[in-house]
């Protein structure tokens, strides 16, 4: 046989019937430039935006900053002077200032992640924004450069039989000159944006330096303005229980006779309230005496008014106030009365005697407030300090009192002396930081020669900040002058940073450089590179139409060889020529089987392999795969068994044939490499295995519990036989696993499970068996022969499915295969009318009980769900023995139970004694005297015919064969309890195609003589009128109405005219003769009283990878049927067409 197809990818030319395909130019070598320039761009742009909002927003945060240091230092203050108007003892003062500072540090902390946080979400969504304006513009720019440096680039159409080699060699110069155009303009571009790479690091060193000095002057300012505030608030705080104090001295002194306070009371009041003064060294009260009043004075006091030395003073232990001289005689004086004992020296001392106390208490009086002094040596101290006066006024002075007023009602001054240095000492010391700077304090009223308070003589380092500091004197002005100890440290990150983007740049150019180098490179491969892609894409084609043609060409012979055997087998054979005719046939059943193996994998690996979505029937499906193996089942002595669990529905929407595949491949294998103990196919719903121990399935449950009793048990499977561990075979699946895995409300997903006890497949193996043609061993082609190719396709399926598969194996013990599908749920109204008569069937035995006497519970278990099926009430019983004895105590006792039937496994009939046996037909017998017609039948479950069936012919009432399957039963059922009619199997299937092809009116339309006598034969067995015409030309005379075909079967590959133009120009014949009985220029009288002409139609095809159903509905077909007929797919496409579905 010549198979007409040609390869013609190697001749440079395409196949005739190639379909249309774009192909750019290989002259789109621009591409890669412009995306590099873009690239490039693109970085060096948003490195600067970087920076740009970098600096940008740290400005920002530097004022932010400000603003809050500021606002917490009032909020400081005030809190410092309420705390310190009410507090006890110096302790408190001392953990305030320790919580303040604390505080700051927190706030500083708290600042700069708020302030990082705020720079980060400011800068991403800069940049962002920039990437999405690159994006943008980098589009427009490759739309330019693709029409400024390729102006040739453009699509082309190859047309059936374009010399597209040719084109290519014409646009290969182009192409090549303007690669190397680019090159050269992308080199010159690179080294100049390198150039813009080390001038942008270096200014990055500069931006970077920059913002490393001031973020120092800014940390400087705010340590250096945190000292002066804190100094500032202290001191304010002394001032104003001084300030107190002189009101004290006024209420109780001046306004009270005799005055309330002596020098006694003063100085244990003061000492005991020096706590509340902790920055003052002393405090003294000085009464104001007129001159007229001096002798007076000094008579009461029993001292002498003293001049205050204005030298440097004596150290305290050489200080002796009596050898002072006495006050020079002058209009007023301010002798000292009262004072702390610290500063007891200074009793009788004349402070107005003094320049700077003079000036103070001038002043003092005058303007109602407190003064200082300029910075002047402590007497015996000999440290800068300053005095800070209150006038004491009676208490009739009036609070809106003139300057003149005050300085009449003033009856004395009250003075305390600051030590600087000791104060400022004391301030520093509480702060954690004060080792980091150093800090000098100044006196500024002169600007010209300020004078310093304290501070130790450090060298200029360059950086400073002053803090100006109020002490209440608006006439006084003061300066904290501060300096970092240290020198200023490299701006390491500004070095690495510059020296980062320098590498980086030198790295991307490096990187470019050697990109544009191997793009050039690449560029000339690209040419080659598209010659053997459209070669690949014409091998790709034929071999599509290869395998098409093969399939064609290969299954029209068979559809010849297994028809004529099948007339062959209907006529009168011996018994040696039956034998023959059925081993030719079956041969040849599976040489279409192996063609269909490698045509689906063929269809899977192109892409090409649609599942349908209809509604079906799980447990018909299921029912079909156990008729389709049964015999192999029982040939080799094993157990095979299906199970489908309460919970799944029984109508789903899918694609049945799949599934049935699916399901044919994991039993084939099983029983091809079982040759001892079961096979069992179990569905359940994948929700159940993730469910409670309690909840699970009963076959599941006792699955879990065989596993968790260990080895040591004996095996409570289906045979006996131990079995591997099904619940490792799903671990892996994502569905079953995953917490978070979520399904539609309407799809189930169902948990199928293939288990058996045969050979096993080696560890090694396991991980290859679903690639395609392998095998776990390459003995196994040998001993078991096959293709190694049907479980790849399973796994494709299931995917295709939406599903997982997986497998857990154990040499020498067996194998269980599972795997996941999606399906929809599906009603019965969409099943056709053999479900219904199905149905019909199963009210028949409505309401029967049965008891299932089984010591394996997995068997009853599937026992039980089979005459569930029917509508049958189960129970179940280990033991023959304990099943007689139930029987006879329920009968004894006239208990409503009633079994109609007895079901015994013929494991359980051999292992009872004769004893047990004669009860049982006792009860057999007793219930037949009853009721004749009412009986108790009893029914053996064997695996294989037993010998000794005619000795139990008395005692039991039929054999039921397993594997167990609903037709066998329900025929069993019947003739044992006289109920329903039944018949034959095969009489069945004959006498449904014979009812629907009986009378039939079939036109064969095929070119090949022998496919139109195999047509013929097989449809004519069924009682169809059947005519043959070769061509669809023919066809057209044929179905040319008005006609009397009933439907048409119709090859697609025939000379001058195909099957689908055929079929198309038929519809438009009868479109346009519907289009003029509804116009009524033609009557339906005419046309044999049809109202409405649509022949149905069916494709006959024996390409079945290019066969869907899709193609075929397009060009007004109603269906197909593949070479060679078989019966099941004959019968479902008939009872479609004719209107049974």
């Known amino acids: 046989m010549a198979l007409n197809c040609k390869f013609s990818g190697f001749n440079d030319n395409l196949p005739a019937n190639t379909k249309p395909k774009k192909v750019r130019n290989s002259n789109g070598g621009w591409k890669w430039w412009v995306k590099l320039l873009l690239l490039f761009f693109w970085v060096f742009g948003s490195i600067i935006v970087f920076l740009w909002v970098l600096s940008e927003t740290k400005d920002d945060a530097s004022s932010r900053r400000k603003e809050k240091i500021s606002g917490l230092w009032e909020e400081q203050a005030r809190i410092f002077r309420e705390q310190f108007n009410v507090s006890k003892n110096l302790h408190g003062l001392t953990s305030f200032f320790y919580k303040a500072d604390q505080a700051i540090l927190q706030m500083k902390v708290h600042w700069k992640c708020e302030e990082n946080c705020s720079k980060l979400i400011i800068c991403l969504m800069k940049i962002c924004w920039w990437v999405m304006v690159g994006i943008i513009v980098g589009c427009r720019i490759s739309g330019f450069c693709g029409k400024f440096w390729s102006p040739m680039q453009k699509e082309v159409q190859l047309q059936p039989q374009v010399q597209l ?42 931006s970077m330096s920059k913002n490393v000095v001031l973020r120092r002057k800014e940390t400087l300012a705010n340590m250096c303005d945190e000292r002066a505030r804190m100094l500032q608030d202290q001191f304010n705080v002394s001032m104003n229980h001084v300030h107190a104090l002189a009101i004290l001295v006024s209420t109780f002194h001046h306004g009270k006779l005799p005055s309330a306070i002596d020098q006694k009371t003063f100085a244990e009041y003061t000492e005991r309230t020096a706590f509340e003064r902790p920055l003052t060294s002393g405090v003294a009260y000085a009464l104001k005496v007129l001159h007229s009043e001096r002798e007076e004075f000094e008579k009461k006091h029993g001292w002498a008014i003293k001049k205050m030395e204005m030298v440097d003073q004596s150290p305290v232990e050489d200080y002796i106030p009596e050898k002072l001289d006495s006050s020079p005689i002058q209009d007023e004086y301010a002798p000292v009365i009262f004072s702390q004992e610290t500063v007891s020296h200074i009793i009788s001392i004349d402070m107005m005697s003094g320049k700077e106390d003079r000036e103070n208490i001038l002043r003092a009086r005058a303007s109602g407030k ?7 040596k402590l007497l015996k101290s000999n440290h800068l300090g300053v005095v800070l006066t209150f006038a004491v006024y009676n208490t009739d002075l009036p609070p809106t009192a003139t300057t003149e007023q005050r300085i009449e009602a003033a009856e004395g001054y009250l003075g305390a002396s600051y030590d600087v240095p000791s104060l400022v000492e004391k301030l520093l010391h509480q702060l954690a930081s004060k080792q980091t700077i150093v800090v000098n304090v100044y006196d500024t009223t002169n600007a010209t020669a300020p004078i310093k308070m304290y501070g130790p003589n450090v060298a200029d380092i360059g950086m400073m900040h002053i ?17 970092f100890k240290e020198k200023p440290p490299l701006p390491w990150m500004a070095i690495t940073s510059s020296v980062g983007a320098l590498v980086i740049t030198l790295l991307v150019g490096h990187i470019f450089y050697a990109a544009i180098n191997r793009i050039e490179k690449v560029e000339d491969d690209y040419n080659e590179m598209m010659k053997l892609k459209v070669q690949a894409e014409a091998a790709d084609v034929a071999k599509s139409q290869f395998l098409a043609t093969v399939s064609h060409e290969i299954r029209t012979p068979m559809n010849g060889v297994l028809g004529m055997l099948q007339m062959l087998m209907d006529t009168e054979l011996d018994e040696t020529q039956q034998d023959y005719a059925l081993t030719a046939h079956a041969s040849g059943k599976d040489l279409i089987s192996l063609i269909n193996e490698v045509l689906d994998q063929a269809k899977i690996e192109s892409g090409r392999l649609e599942l349908e979505a209809v509604s079906f029937d799980l447990h018909a499906v299921l029912d079909n795969v156990l008729s389709l193996f049964c015999a192999k089942a029982r040939k080799k002595g094993i157990e095979f068994a299906v199970y489908i669990s309460g919970r799944v529905p029984e109508i789903v929407i899918g694609d049945p044939g799949r599934f049935r595949q699916i399901i044919t491949n994991l039993v084939g294998n099983s029983i091809k490499f079982t040759e001892r103990g079961h096979v069992l196919v179990s569905v359940h719903l994948a929700d159940e295995v993730t469910e409670r121990q309690e909840e699970v399935d009963e076959v599941l449950k006792q699955h879990m519990e065989l ?113 996941t599908v999606a399906f929809a749920k599906g009603h019965l109204s969409t099943l056709d009318t053999k479900w219904y008569q199905f149905k019909s069937v199963i009210t028949e035995f409505l309401g029967l009980q049965a008891l299932v006497v089984d010591g394996r519970s997995i068997r009853a278990e599937v026992t039980r769900y089979h005459l569930q099926r029917l509508g049958i009430s189960v129970e179940t019983s280990i033991s023959l023995e304990m099943a007689c004895s139930y029987i006879s105590n329920t009968c004894n006792a006239g208990l409503m139970t009633h079994f109609d039937m007895v079901l015994i496994d013929e494991d359980a009939w051999s292992k009872q004694t004769s004893r047990v046996l ?74 449904s195609l014979r009812s629907l092809l009986s009378g039939k009116h079939i036109l064969v339309v095929d070119d090949n003589v022998v496919n139109r006598r195999v047509a013929t034969g097989a449809l004519k067995k069924y009682g169809a009128i059947v005519t043959c015409v070769e061509s669809g030309k023919d066809a057209l005379g044929m179905l040319q109405p008005p006609h009397k075909f009933d439907t048409c079967f119709m090859d697609l590959q025939m000379p001058e005219m195909d099957g689908f133009e055929a079929t198309r120009q038929i519809r438009c014949i009868e479109n346009r003769v519907n289009e003029e009985i509804r116009s009524q220029v033609a009557s339906a009288e005419m046309l044999e009283n049809v109202v409405q002409w649509h022949t149905p139609i069916l494709a006959m095809t024996a390409d079945v990878i ?30 479609h067409i004719f209107g049974y579905g």
């Not at 060699?169 to 190397?180: A, L």
């Not at 003064?371 to 002047?376: A, E, I, K, N």
């Open 467 to 483: 803090s100006n500091v109020d002490f209440g004197d608006p006439l006084r002005r003061h300066e904290m002058h501060c300096r």
């Open 918 to 991: 004669r009860c049982l037909i006792e009860l057999r017998q007793n219930g037949r005297e009853r009721s004749p017609g009412d009986c108790l039948k009893i029914f053996l479950l064997a695996t294989s015919s037993p010998t000794e069936l005619d000795q139990l012919k008395s005692t039991i009432d039929g054999v039921i064969m397993k594997p167990l399957c609903l037709s066998m039963m329900t025929t069993c059922f019947q003739q044992a309890l006289g109920i329903g009619e039944w018949r034959q199997r095969d009489g069945g299937k004959i006498s």
């Open 370 to 376: 407190g003064v200082l002094t300029s910075p002047f």
């Open 165 to 206: 080699y040719q084109w290519q060699k014409q646009q290969q110069p182009h192409s090549q000159g303007s690669s190397k155009v680019s090159a050269m303009w992308m080199r010159k571009l690179l080294y100049l944006l390198v150039l813009g790479g080390i001038a942008l690091s270096i200014w990055l060193f500069l």
């Open 1106 to 1135: 290019q066969a869907t159903q899709e193609d075929y509905m397009k060009c007004g077909m109603d269906g197909y049927v593949s070479k060679p007929f078989e019966e099941e797919q004959l019968y479902s496409a008939m009872a």
């Open 707 to 819: 596993v968790q009793n260990g080895k040591e048990t004996s095996y409570n499977t289906l045979s006996g036989y131990p079995v591997v561990d099904r619940w490792k075979s799903w671990e892996n699946f994502r569905s079953l696993s995953c917490e978070n895995w979520t399904e539609a409300s309407d799809i189930i997903r169902l948990l199928v499970t293939v288990e058996d006890t045969g050979v096993g497949i080696p560890h090694d193996a396991q991980n290859r068996i679903f690639q395609p043609f392998m095998q776990a061993d390459s003995s196994t082609s040998r001993t078991y022969g096959g293709t190694g190719i049907g479980l790849s396709i399973s796994k494709c399926l299931v995917e295709l499915m939406d599903g997982e598969i997986g497998v857990v194996s154990e040499p020498g013990m067996g194998s269980t295969f599972t795997f």
